[in-house]
């Protein structure tokens, strides 16, 4: 067994989709040459898609073996307790070329008992959007079921959606049981619980190059709606340089904004692993035995045991994600 953590680089998990593009490669430097280039999964513990260690003394080790060999060392004792030998976070990067179907998650009790998973609350930070892209989040108007239903029926879902145009450094939180679709022309950066269930409602009668339509979950998405949620999706938070300012704290991940023009000295106080997402620029990380480059559209992963660390850096903007 190794010694000792080291901050961790993952093999990104590279996902073509109907829906996808180009912009992951030619703006994240992602390795493909596909034109429906969907996600990157940068840091993974879904089965059958779990993330490869790429960089320093642990190079080739899975996350599910770095997570049952160092258990807490990696997540921090807390989060070893609440979980387990299991991974708490999928981390994505997202380019729409076209619009995503509107879908929705179950929460953790409706997912456990459906599908023995978590469930799935996630956020995104816009990195990128097109002149008149948009997101749906949500309804326009006070909802329920029998009205929802009505609309789904008559396929008029558009008309109770709520649309909102978007811009770099948008940032929204999706909860488990609210509505909602990646519009086309939108690149952005998700951050949600461990769980690749999604209950699709509708796909803009979108067919394959087969003539099929996609699946559609309505028969068990009706139960995962949960129309009370407030409209506070759209987050709005500080930008102050060279500090970690909160965009979400949940209970499910806090993610903080960092736009940096000088080093900083960092000091692990959370009992749990960081993230780092580049979303621009680029930024080292240096412990007392290790120093590690992170690029725009790279992840790195700063194990709970490693305590202090140094960001260098003259010209940086991060994503930083602890549990």
Not at 62 to 76: E, I, N, R, V
Not at 214 to 238: G, P, Q, S, T
Request: glycine residues 6%; proline residues 2%; contains cysteine.
């Amino acid at each position: 067994m190794k010694d000792t953590l080291h901050p961790l680089k993952f093999q990104p998990i590279l996902k073509d989709k109907i829906w996808g593009g180009e912009k992951l490669s030619q703006q994240l430097n992602k390795k493909s040459k596909s034109k429906q280039l969907g996600e990157s999964w940068e840091i993974s513990a879904v089965p059958n898609d779990i993330s490869i260690v790429l960089n320093g003394e642990l190079k080739g080790w899975s996350l599910q073996k770095l997570l049952d060999t160092y258990t807490s060392g990696l997540l921090g004792m807390k989060n070893y307790r609440r979980f387990g030998n299991e991974f708490p976070l999928l981390i994505k990067f997202i380019d729409a070329k076209e619009d995503l179907s509107i879908q929705l998650h179950p929460d953790d009790t409706l997912a456990k008992e459906r599908h023995n998973s978590f469930g799935k609350t996630e956020m995104w930070y816009v990195m990128q959007a097109d002149d008149d892209a948009n997101l749906i989040v949500g309804f326009n108007q006070k909802m329920d079921a029998e009205t929802y239903l009505k609309h789904l029926e008559n396929k008029t879902l558009s008309e109770i959606l709520n649309f909102d145009k978007v811009a770099e450094g948008d940032t929204y939180f999706i909860e488990a049981g609210r509505v909602h679709a990646i519009g086309a022309g939108v690149l952005l950066a998700e951050i949600q619980q461990t769980s690749d269930i999604t209950y699709r409602v509708y796909d803009w009668d979108r067919v394959d190059i087969d003539g099929n339509e996609r699946e559609l979950h309505n028969d068990i998405a009706i139960d995962a709606f949960n129309f009370k949620m407030e409209d506070d999706f759209r987050v709005v938070y500080e930008k102050q340089k060279n500090a970690s300012n909160e965009i979400v704290s949940c209970p499910f991940f806090t993610t903080n904004y960092l736009e940096l023009d000088s080093d900083l000295r960092k000091t692990n106080t959370h009992d749990s692993f960081i993230i780092y997402m580049c979303i621009d620029g680029a930024i080292e990380i240096s412990t007392d035995a290790t120093t590690d480059s992170v690029s725009k559209g790279e992840t790195i992963l700063i194990p709970a045991s490693i305590k202090d660390f140094k960001l260098k850096t003259t010209d940086a903007k991060v994503l930083e994600i602890y549990v």
